[in-house]
């Protein structure tokens, strides 16, 4: 997979890191906590920000970009930060319970679509975002709840066709059965553009049973 890097960039009257010549802005940098636990996707600019702040205690991965800064009086050199894929941040994350197996992430469509692939769980055909909804397995109308293990990315065809019953009343069966992604799978959720070194290092914190480690395994993309 190709790397791109701001190479010719600068700080404006602001402080803030800018690139003149912008090419993949859009890819992430994988932040973490100094253990190595994941935690969040964050911007070129957020990643910078954090370096030059001291904040970043080791890198992880290939460089994404390098970013000018201004040129020292005294030495007559320009500053460079270079930003990896992977950054350590120092301190450990505020909060542990992500990392607890009772953790459970916040639940969205987005998410939702994405962990089921863009499938529909019930006719299997796979459909945009936009002819997609989020289904209740044990509807709300019957005492069901809005949480990850009872809820399937749908078509709105089938979504309407089942409509307040179980699968078996309204006589449809589900092709997968849900589950809830630990935080380090939902982390996986939200990237976009993910490379293979951020996306092996994410793989090392996937439950050794878990879907997402044996969809990856078996080359299965990442849709975005």
């Given at each position: 997979?190709?790397?791109?890097?701001?190479?010719?960039?600068?700080?404006?009257?602001?402080?803030?890191?800018f690139?003149?010549?912008?090419?993949?802005?859009?890819?992430?940098?994988?932040?973490?906590?100094?253990?190595?636990?994941?935690?969040?996707?964050?911007?070129?600019?957020?990643?910078?920000?954090?370096?030059?702040?001291?904040?970043?205690?080791?890198?992880?991965?290939?460089?994404?970009?390098?970013v000018h800064?201004?040129?020292?009086?005294i030495?007559?050199?320009?500053?460079?930060?270079?930003?990896?894929a992977?950054?350590?941040?120092?301190?450990?994350?505020?909060?542990?319970?992500?990392?607890?197996?009772?953790?459970?992430?916040?639940?969205?469509?987005?998410?939702?679509?994405?962990?089921d692939?863009?499938?529909?769980?019930?006719?299997?055909?796979?459909f945009?975002n936009?002819?997609?909804?989020?289904?209740?397995?044990?509807?709300?109308?019957?005492?069901?709840?809005?949480?990850?293990?009872?809820?399937?990315?749908?078509?709105?065809?089938?979504?309407?066709?089942?409509?307040?019953?179980?699968?078996?009343?309204a006589?449809?069966?589900?092709?997968?059965?849900?589950f809830?992604?630990?935080?380090?799978?939902?982390?996986?959720?939200?990237?976009?553009?993910?490379?293979?070194?951020?996306?092996?290092?994410?793989?090392?914190?996937?439950?050794?049973?878990?879907?997402?480690?044996?969809?990856?395994?078996?080359?299965?993309?990442?849709?975005?």
């Amino acid at each position: 997979m190709a790397y791109r890097s701001f190479d010719n960039a600068g700080f404006d009257k602001s402080g803030r890191p800018f690139a003149k010549e912008i090419m993949n802005f859009q890819q992430q940098v994988l932040r973490t906590d100094i253990s190595g636990m994941p935690l969040e996707w964050v911007g070129y600019q957020e990643a910078v920000k954090l370096i030059t702040l001291d904040q970043v205690s080791y890198s992880l991965g290939k460089t994404l970009y390098e970013v000018h800064g201004g040129i020292n009086a005294i030495s007559g050199l320009q500053s460079v930060v270079s930003v990896n894929a992977i950054i350590a941040t120092q301190g450990q994350h505020p909060h542990k319970h992500l990392f607890a197996s009772s953790y459970v992430p916040p639940l969205s469509n987005q998410s939702l679509f994405r962990r089921d692939q863009n499938l529909c769980l019930y006719c299997g055909l796979q459909f945009p975002n936009s002819m997609l909804s989020r289904d209740h397995v044990h509807p709300l109308s019957q005492g069901g709840q809005d949480l990850w293990v009872n809820v399937v990315t749908a078509c709105k065809r089938c979504n309407n066709h089942k409509a307040d019953r179980t699968p078996e009343e309204a006589g449809m069966q589900l092709i997968a059965i849900p589950f809830c992604p630990t935080h380090a799978e939902y982390v996986y959720l939200q990237g976009r553009q993910i490379l293979n070194d951020q996306m092996d290092f994410l793989l090392a914190h996937f439950p050794r049973n878990s879907v997402l480690r044996q969809r990856v395994e078996q080359g299965e993309p990442l849709l975005v």
